[in-house]
């Protein structure tokens, strides 16, 4: 038996009805550029996740780059975050012109561990961008707390997170900014590149506004240096009819999480943590076994995809090797990279097809190859 890790063909299957019209209406007025589909749409994301504004643009990687420089970050300074993400989320940082500076994770849930983050900052300390790994929001309170005490901003990596509660709140909505990315793969994906930052803060979503259109403030008149970051009408009009079914697909994730949760039960296998009152969307499901590789081998083998999230920590990637780090400095992160694993867990999945990737994963816990 072969299962996808994540089978896109089939989610469009189910909404082809609704999609096919809404790609048609939108080439039919040939406007795509902005407009009110775009417009309609960020006010449909800024009522999902609880905050006054979003502002669209072309990608997730964009939304943090805009958020950095929207709220001042730049050359000089030091941005505290997690060396175990995509690279996207450090990559933007040092775009900006700024540092990252890295902070170990918890790993109990693989987000940053608020406990460490005091003794990183300096006088350069300017922001903290946490990361709301997997679809868990990282622990917010604390870091929230920690800024407030030092003056710094807090932008939030929600780029695998969007519908993701701690406490009651949406990612996005609990700190001075959320970035989200409609990646096709993440949760809420677009048939292409797109993003969003949301925000409570007026001022700056206009300044967010002015940033994604080459900093202007009229048409071709520019008071500052922004970039071309938009987000496509196309991608707007697809966005808006699959935002109407995320939390039927988050629970059904949510679903498949619990049944593998059931499955594993009892064994080696370390299954995602999920805090205290916090909705966890599964953007992945992610396992920990001692011989990560020996499983990934076996699965292949298998017809399981899966895949590793991520095999090298951001502190150890060549291009930040400038930054002087060395291995052995993110124990916890370093040995996430090297002990965990995605399977499949997306909502269509059928149930011979989640009780196939059990009995695989459990098969190879029981009995190692090799
Ligand atoms: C996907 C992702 C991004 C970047 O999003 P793009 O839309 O691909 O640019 C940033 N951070 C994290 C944690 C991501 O998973």
């Avoid at 990687?61 to 060396?83: R, S």
């Avoid at 940053?112 to 300096?122: F, S, V, Y």
């Avoid at 002990?339 to 059928?350: A, D, G, Q």
Wanted: with cysteine.
């Amino acid at each position: 038996m072969n299962v996808p890790l994540l089978d896109l063909v089939r989610l469009y299957r189910t909404i082809k009805h609704e999609i096919d019209p809404a790609i048609a209406e939108t080439v039919e007025t040939q406007r795509f550029k902005l407009g009110p589909a775009v417009a309609s749409f960020e006010k449909s994301v800024a009522a999902y996740c609880g905050t006054k504004r979003a502002v669209g643009c072309a990608s997730g990687t964009d939304a943090l780059l805009l958020a950095l420089m929207a709220w001042g970050v730049g050359k000089g300074d030091e941005v505290i975050t997690t060396p175990y993400t995509f690279f996207a989320t450090a990559g933007s940082i040092s775009r900006a012109g700024a540092v990252p500076v890295y902070v170990d994770v918890d790993p109990k849930t693989y987000n940053l561990d608020p406990a460490k983050i005091e003794a990183a900052i300096t006088e350069k300390t300017k922001a903290i961008m946490p990361v709301h790994l997997f679809g868990q929001c990282a622990d917010m309170d604390p870091i929230v707390e920690i800024a407030g005490r030092h003056n710094l901003v807090v932008l939030e990596d929600a780029a695998q997170a969007i519908g993701s509660e701690y406490k009651g709140r949406r990612a996005g909505s609990l700190a001075h900014a959320g970035c989200f990315s409609f990646f096709p793969s993440k949760n809420l994906g677009g048939y292409g590149d797109g993003g969003m930052i949301t925000t409570d803060d007026d001022e700056m979503a206009d300044l967010l506004i002015s940033l994604r259109e080459h900093g202007q403030s009229e048409l071709y008149h520019h008071w500052t240096i922004g970039m071309n970051s938009r987000l496509d009408a196309l991608q707007a009009a697809v966005l808006a009819v699959k935002l109407n079914h995320l939390d039927e697909w988050s629970d059904g994730r949510s679903r498949n999480a619990d049944y593998y949760n059931g499955r594993f039960a009892g064994t080696d296998i370390v299954t995602p943590y999920k805090m205290d009152g916090a909705r966890h969307i599964y953007n992945q499901y992610v396992i920990r076994v001692a011989d990560r590789d020996g499983l990934l081998a076996h699965l292949k083998s298998k017809g399981v995809g899966c895949a590793v999230y991520y095999p090298l920590s951001l502190h150890l990637q060549k291009c930040f090797a400038t930054l002087g780090y060395s291995e052995g400095d993110m124990p916890e992160s370093e040995r996430a990279s090297k002990e965990t694993l995605s399977i499949p867990i997306f909502s269509l999945l059928t149930d011979e097809e989640k009780d196939y990737v059990a009995s695989t994963v459990l098969e190879f816990v029981a009995a190692p190859v090799g």
